[in-house]
């Protein structure tokens, strides 16, 4: 039996790579995981051998502290593998099967995912509706930030790439499949993105950037994307993005009427999340800041995406509201202007087929757009340590050195 080396969260601001053991088809006792999931069999899943995984924003905010993830937590919830072992239980997916698994961890049997909603699944975490893999207060399933993981409900869940050597040329696209690209989509779409909008996108991280291509795809005749970073903010304008230095400017409405003519978009996306700062020279963290203003540029009647991360526990917050995910927003402003917000979990079995035949057909170029770069597994804490500083990079790690370079 081979062992199965993983990034795991060791203390903040440092990941270890670590042999956490070879998985097997029962979700056993580990850090981070639900007592109450302890022993569940899972002969509805495989094990996979994986071909890549990628360090998410997401991510980062365990590791740096700023949640309640227990020492030891393996990571990563971004995986797309090779099949090696199929539970008994499973009838349509196969050994040899190359898939991209959802980071939404879902039964296909709940209420929930039978109307689709698959970020909600009510019987994958004992505590709430939801769960992913390798993150914190979601149920403790293993992260795939590793050589080998378990992924449960196969039949179900995965999504199959229909040729083998077609999905490894283009692998550092269909990779995003798991998370940021139907993520950064998600909040595109759901913001009501459609032919000749104009939209506003908060944050140039690689979901932003995911986003912001999104809306592209969509039809948007103008995308803007805001961010502190003029490094993420030069990848953001390679595409085509119209960009704000918001570490230059507090004024996002004046800075969008210098693009658009007028001071508002037709609607917005929050991919940014709670440990947003304020904008200007002097920024400090102020985490209602991106919900807020994007409240105020976004015309009345408009819709708001808010696929970034806001938690309901933050040990590190500025204030104690906001350590338990009570942030100071002007909902009044929301009311006023009849603004829609949409926000939780993406879910991504919504989206991801179509998605990946727009990498398929060459449509959709979500790897250039986040500039995707790949590690191997030994050097993702060089990769935690870069992107935490603001690399305008998206790190694919290969476990298996699988990817060509």
Request: some cysteine; overall charge negative.
């Amino acid at each position: 039996m081979p062992g199965n080396r993983a990034v795991v969260y060791v203390e903040p601001g440092k990941v270890e790579v670590r042999d956490i053991g070879y998985p097997d088809l029962v979700l056993r006792d580990g850090p981070g995981v639900n007592p109450r999931n302890v022993g569940r069999k899972c002969e509805h899943g495989v094990i996979l051998k994986v071909v890549s995984t990628n360090i998410c924003g997401s991510d980062q905010h365990m590791v740096r502290g700023r949640t309640t993830a227990p020492s030891g937590l393996p990571l990563g919830h971004e995986i797309t593998g090779e099949i090696i072992e199929v539970g008994r239980d499973v009838e349509f997916m196969k050994k040899g099967d190359l898939v991209s698994v959802p980071f939404n961890i879902a039964c296909g049997r709940c209420r929930s995912c039978k109307e689709r909603n698959t970020h909600i699944c009510e019987n994958v975490n004992p505590d709430r509706p939801g769960s992913a893999y390798g993150y914190v207060d979601m149920g403790g399933w293993v992260g795939g930030q590793s050589e080998y993981v378990m992924v449960p409900y196969a039949d179900f869940q995965l999504l199959k790439f229909p040729d083998k050597d077609q999905a490894m040329e283009k692998i550092l696209d269909l990779t995003m499949l798991s998370d940021i690209f139907p993520t950064g989509f998600h909040g595109a779409f759901s913001a009501g993105v459609r032919p000749g909008s104009t939209v506003y996108v908060a944050g140039a991280g690689p979901v932003g950037l995911a986003a912001a291509h999104s809306a592209q795809l969509l039809g948007a005749a103008v995308v803007i994307v805001g961010d502190l970073n003029p490094e993420r903010l030069a990848q953001a304008r390679s595409f085509g993005c119209e960009t704000i230095d918001l570490s230059q400017h507090d004024d996002l409405g004046e800075q969008i009427e210098q693009i658009l003519g007028v001071p508002e978009v037709d609607c917005a996306v929050d991919c940014v999340g709670f440990e947003a700062h304020g904008h200007g020279a002097n920024h400090q963290e102020a985490p209602a800041t991106v919900l807020n203003s994007i409240m105020e540029v976004t015309r009345a009647g408009g819709r708001l995406g808010i696929p970034g991360l806001y938690v309901t526990g933050d040990p590190g917050a500025i204030d104690e509201d906001a350590k338990i995910g009570s942030l100071k927003i002007r909902i009044g402003l929301g009311w006023a202007k009849a603004h829609t917000f949409v926000t939780g979990q993406t879910p991504v079995m919504q989206y991801h087929r179509g998605l990946m035949m727009s990498i398929l057909s060459g449509k959709a170029q979500i790897a250039k757009a986040v500039n995707a770069t790949v590690i191997s597994l030994d050097d993702a804490p060089t990769g935690y340590s870069q992107f935490d500083k603001g690399a305008a990079r998206k790190f694919v790690i290969d476990p298996h050195g699988m990817i060509k370079r």
